[in-house]
């Protein structure tokens, strides 16, 4: 679950807490571990294929490409090409039947 904390400096919700320096006061008060940028990127593309979103889709997000993330997150989804499959199968079912009437 994600939360907007208030930043002990200026008490204001959602504002930037670490301006300048590390971080490590931020960490400390939100009560996290610290993390550098590319732990919480990796973070970001993990949960992102745990929830669905594909190569694709999540390249556009990262500014990188679909095989990069492929070389890098492929081990996560392991029935990719089932997953594949299967919707390639329902939806030439579904485009069959419709041609045909049923």
């Known amino acids: 679950m994600f939360r907007i904390l208030n930043c002990p400096r200026s008490h204001k919700a959602g504002e930037p807490c670490a ?8 960490h400390a008060w939100a009560g996290v571990a610290k993390r550098v940028p590319y732990s919480l990127r990796h973070t970001f593309a993990s949960l992102s294929i745990a929830a669905g979103v594909t190569l694709f889709e999540l390249s556009r997000f990262m500014g990188t490409s679909p095989a990069m993330l492929d070389k890098t997150y492929g081990h996560l989804l392991p029935d990719a090409l089932d997953r594949g499959r ?17």
């Open 86 to 102: 299967a919707a390639l199968d329902s939806f030439l079912a579904a485009d069959t039947a419709e041609a045909f009437g049923h």
């Open 19 to 26: 301006r300048g320096g590390s971080g490590t006061r931020t």
